[in-house]
């Protein structure tokens, strides 16, 4: 009698009712702010029916006196120009062009699980999966070889598991298999395994802080062509500034790849010797999505 | 004989007493309609920039008898054509996560029976708590009392700044400070 009481004088308050009947679980949004972290991905997709345009460029070395002989390594950018495009919320797919290496990537990403929170339906953590081509179009120099078409071609895979840890705070880790069909040397491993890992520490509401590092897991020994220095683990640090329709990424990394099979197997420079490029990526969203609202 | 009486006596008042919370308790569901799919959209509009956010999942509890109405809505289910916009709206003016929802509860001031079928011009007196902030409003809107449903329909503004929501100078040309809402409901009796 008495819980029935209660019961009665629960329903008094209406909006006390509507709260405590609600079952409703919500996604967490802005785990990163772009759909990478720095270089590598980040869980985040473009929603659907939008075009994301990216324009990233990494500079040249900063050691010795590059700084001001080439004004911060400006003098010798790379480029890398892509486009992303939702084509549901979960199913992204992207098309990219680094200069210098003359590679063309082409992409998929999938939201396999989204993090949520509240309600009965909640889930700790993003997980996606990611997984690219890349084309070399450079011309073969050695003609003494045999040089077939799948020899142009690399491949990444990566499963990315993401986790909002507070409205401040994003981890990520990313488990990486790059696979080239043709190396340097004989004694060169196709395969390269990583684990990346990456976290991004908002500041303000408008940017953030970022860091991404992707350890080396096998073909650790991989030496740097006509060189006895063997290639290095990326690390980048980065910060994101994001002023409505664009978002401009600013780093400091050791690679002047953009695209995973370069960063993550053929990273050259070395953090301790000043080998660290300034770079930026620089992004744009557009909407194609009409027929939302009416 | 005198303490059977007493236990017979006592048996009836629980019985009554029973009964009558019962009753109190159906009588008390019948008066509550609810709805689960109510229609919550804005406008803002600037010369350079029209913006509407638009969610079809809001909750509403209406007690006929006392007159009281509840709205909730979960900021994140605003939907926006533009994606990048509805990213904003949570991470930066909403703050979804720290206020993940907006609420208004209040009562209807006019004298006026709501078991009877018809259509009620109404306002009603509440606090609306948009990002935190509660503030007292009168807030116009019509009920139409219909067999077994019915309907609620409001107009009226929201003011950003009245609510803590800062818009940077940056964009402060394309997000008006005053936002039209427009709130549809249709509520069912509530078992």
């Avoid at chain 1, 009481?5 to 990163?32: G, Y």
């Avoid at chain 2, 009588?27 to 509009?45: C, D, H, I, P």
Wanted: with cysteine.
């Amino acid at each position: 009698m008495l819980l029935m009481v209660n019961f009665a004088w629960a329903q008094d308050d209406l909006l006390d009712m509507l709260k405590s009947e609600n079952t409703v679980s919500s996604p967490v949004l802005a785990t990163f702010k772009g759909t990478r972290i720095i270089t590598g991905q980040s869980n985040e997709n473009i929603a659907k029916k939008h075009l994301n345009f990216l324009i990233l460029h990494r500079f040249g070395e900063l050691k010795d006196d590059a700084w001001y002989y080439s004004l911060l390594g400006i003098d010798e950018a790379t480029v890398r120009i892509a486009f992303d495009y939702g084509i549901t919320d979960k199913l992204m797919v992207g098309v990219g062009r680094s200069s210098k290496t003359k590679v063309y990537d082409f992409s998929v990403k999938y939201k396999i699980a989204q993090q949520k929170i509240g309600g009965n339906k909640n889930f700790p953590l993003a997980i996606s999966y990611y997984g690219n081509m890349g084309l070399n179009s450079t011309t073969f120099t050695e003609p003494t070889r045999e040089n077939y078409f799948t020899s142009r071609l690399s491949f990444c895979n990566q499963l990315i598991i993401a986790r909002k840890i507070n409205p401040s705070i994003s981890i990520q880790i990313t488990p990486t298999f790059v696979h080239r069909n043709l190396v340097n040397k004989t004694s060169d491993p196709n395969d390269v395994i990583a684990l990346g890992l990456g976290g991004s520490f908002k500041i303000t509401r408008s940017t953030r802080l970022n860091v991404e590092y992707y350890p080396r897991l096998t073909g650790r020994d991989e030496l740097i062509p006509n060189t006895t220095n063997k290639f290095e683990d990326y690390l980048a640090v980065g910060f994101d500034i994001e002023t409505g329709g664009h978002v401009f990424q600013l780093m400091f990394s050791n690679s002047m790849y953009m695209y995973e099979q370069g960063f993550v197997a053929q990273t050259t420079g070395k953090w301790s010797d000043f080998g660290i490029r300034l770079g930026f990526n620089l992004s744009r969203t557009f909407s194609f999505d009409n027929e939302h609202i009416k | 004989m005198k303490i059977t009486n007493q236990a017979i006596s006592m048996k009836l008042i629980l019985t009554i007493a029973t009964i009558a919370i019962f009753s109190v308790a159906n009588s008390s569901a019948q008066t509550l309609y609810k709805a689960t799919n109510a229609t919550v959209s804005f406008f803002s509009k600037t010369p350079i920039e029209d913006i509407d956010g638009k969610s079809e999942t809001a909750t509403t509890l209406i007690n006929l008898e006392k007159k009281d109405i509840a709205f909730m809505i979960q900021n994140n289910s605003f939907q926006f054509p533009n994606k990048l916009m509805q990213e904003h709206f949570n991470e930066k003016y909403m703050e979804s996560e720290k206020y993940p929802i907006s609420s208004f509860r209040g009562n209807i001031q006019e004298n006026i029976d709501l078991k009877v079928a018809g259509v009620y011009q109404v306002t009603v007196n509440g606090k609306l708590t948009i990002h935190g902030i509660t503030l007292d409003r009168t807030i116009p809107g019509t009920i139409t009392v219909k067999e077994g449903s019915i309907l609620l329909e409001s107009n009226f503004i929201v003011k950003n700044s009245d609510h803590k929501i800062e818009i940077p100078s940056l964009v402060a040309t394309k997000i008006a400070d005053e936002l039209n809402v427009k709130v549809k409901a249709t509520l069912l009796p509530k078992n």
